[in-house]
């Protein structure tokens, strides 16, 4: 027998798609559903994903943008004319002629974008605003509308404890929605009480990236990287060669500072024990595993030159990808927090 979510899920793939999603009334910052999800569309109109970069965004690099952008295809080969650039001539053509030829190109039609985002149990926190799981699937959502109103083709990989749900990059809004439904199935699927499984690391996530986006894929990466598995930095590089990959890890404020007076319950769904940062010894290994965890996502930036845009749970999405993009200052923001 199907459980709701099967039912739902296979409903989603075989293209029987509402036309418009229903808002469930849930509390949108512990769970997001596809109404939810849609509605960023408009929102999405003020962000670009394009090659080139506001001067104050991550993805600008020091010497032009970190994106490679579209690629070129070879058109033809033909005689000089006055107005041609003179760096497109073939110099090799024009000698073996005697009369001067240029190659001709023309961009592609565009560049494909495959969106990771991570809703594993690992995801399913927050000790302010949001939970982590609800920025992911926010921000995968605006990057998805940004990216299809730049007429890109965009698709992407739903993480969960249990699968991948992988969704090819295509060029029309019935393929994006199938992707946001499966978004917010697997958001929704999530619970506290839901049985212990073996979470998926990040080698399978990245070997499914790299069947997908051989060449010349836009990749963003969204989670919480908390599973680093041996093959990691191995699959990482190897995609990073021939795509452009943004990494987005997406922290919880008690991740960048441990509260040093907290006392709560923590489950894993079979076992219960009580967390308390009073104790400096509590308060030391918690430190040290959150910077083990930046440095980890700091050493990959530094080593394959990957941008980073770093999101946190502790505030709206919106508000933090516009100041990452170089949209609005930094400063500006912070005046008004």
Same mark, same amino acid.
């Given at each position: @027998?199907?459980?709701?979510?099967?039912?739902?899920?296979? !409903?989603?793939?075989?293209?029987?798609?509402?036309?418009? *999603?229903?808002?469930?009334?849930?509390?949108?910052?512990?769970?997001? =559903?596809?109404?939810?999800?849609?509605?960023?569309?408009?929102?999405?109109?003020?962000?670009?994903?394009?090659?080139?970069?506001?001067?104050?965004?991550?993805?600008?690099?020091?010497? /032009?943008?970190?994106?490679? &952008?579209? &690629?070129?295809?070879?058109?033809?080969?033909?005689?000089?004319?006055?107005?041609?650039?003179?760096?497109? %001539?073939?110099?090799?053509?024009?000698?073996?002629? /005697?009369? #001067?030829?240029?190659?001709?190109? $023309?961009?592609?039609?565009?560049?494909?974008?495959?969106?990771?985002?991570?809703?594993? @149990?690992?995801?399913?926190?927050?000790?302010?605003?949001? @939970?982590?799981?609800?920025?992911? +699937?926010? *921000? *995968?959502?605006?990057?998805?509308?940004? %990216?299809?109103?730049?007429?890109? !083709?965009?698709?992407?990989?739903?993480?969960?404890?249990?699968?991948?749900?992988?969704?090819?990059?295509?060029?029309? !809004?019935?393929?994006?929605?199938?992707?946001? $439904?499966?978004? +917010?199935? *697997?958001?929704?699927?999530?619970?506290? =009480?839901? #049985?212990?499984?073996?979470?998926?690391?990040?080698?399978?996530?990245?070997? +499914?990236?790299?069947?997908?986006?051989?060449? =010349?894929?836009?990749?963003?990466?969204?989670? =919480?990287?908390?599973?680093?598995?041996?093959?990691?930095?191995?699959?990482?590089?190897?995609?990073?060669?021939?795509?452009?990959?943004?990494?987005?890890?997406?922290?919880?404020?008690?991740?960048?500072?441990?509260?040093?007076?907290?006392?709560?319950?923590?489950?894993?769904?079979?076992?219960?024990?009580?967390?308390?940062?009073?104790?400096?010894?509590?308060?030391?290994?918690?430190?040290?595993?959150?910077?083990?965890?930046?440095?980890?996502?700091?050493?990959?930036?530094?080593?394959? &030159? %990957?941008?980073?845009?770093?999101?946190?749970?502790?505030?709206?999405?919106?508000?933090?990808?516009?100041?990452?993009?170089?949209?609005?200052?930094?400063?500006?923001?912070? &005046?008004?927090?």
């Amino acid at each position: @027998m199907f459980s709701l979510y099967d039912r739902f899920r296979n !409903r989603a793939r075989a293209d029987v798609l509402p036309k418009q *999603a229903q808002d469930t009334g849930q509390d949108r910052r512990i769970y997001v =559903d596809l109404a939810h999800l849609q509605s960023l569309e408009a929102s999405a109109r003020q962000l670009q994903l394009l090659p080139r970069q506001k001067a104050r965004s991550v993805l600008s690099g020091r010497h /032009g943008s970190s994106l490679r &952008g579209r &690629g070129l295809n070879f058109e033809e080969l033909r005689e000089y004319w006055p107005s041609d650039d003179v760096r497109t %001539i073939d110099w090799k053509v024009t000698a073996r002629t /005697g009369e #001067p030829h240029v190659r001709v190109y $023309t961009e592609e039609r565009d560049r494909p974008a495959l969106i990771v985002v991570d809703q594993r @149990m690992s995801m399913f926190f927050g000790t302010r605003h949001a @939970m982590k799981s609800v920025t992911a +699937a926010e *921000a *995968a959502a605006l990057a998805a509308f940004a %990216i299809l109103e730049q007429d890109d !083709r965009v698709g992407g990989i739903v993480v969960t404890d249990t699968q991948l749900l992988r969704q090819r990059p295509q060029r029309n !809004r019935r393929a994006l929605t199938r992707f946001l $439904t499966e978004l +917010a199935l *697997a958001n929704q699927a999530l619970n506290a =009480d839901a #049985p212990v499984a073996e979470p998926t690391s990040l080698d399978q996530v990245l070997q +499914a990236v790299a069947n997908i986006a051989r060449r =010349d894929h836009l990749v963003l990466l969204i989670s =919480d990287f908390d599973v680093v598995g041996p093959g990691t930095e191995r699959l990482l590089s190897g995609i990073a060669r021939h795509n452009d990959v943004i990494l987005v890890p997406v922290v919880d404020p008690s991740g960048e500072t441990v509260p040093r007076s907290l006392v709560s319950a923590i489950s894993d769904g079979d076992q219960q024990a009580t967390l308390d940062t009073r104790s400096t010894g509590t308060q030391q290994a918690m430190d040290q595993f959150n910077r083990q965890r930046r440095q980890i996502i700091h050493d990959w930036h530094l080593r394959y &030159g %990957i941008p980073v845009a770093q999101l946190s749970s502790g505030e709206d999405t919106l508000p933090q990808l516009q100041r990452l993009l170089g949209l609005i200052p930094r400063s500006a923001q912070a &005046g008004k927090d």
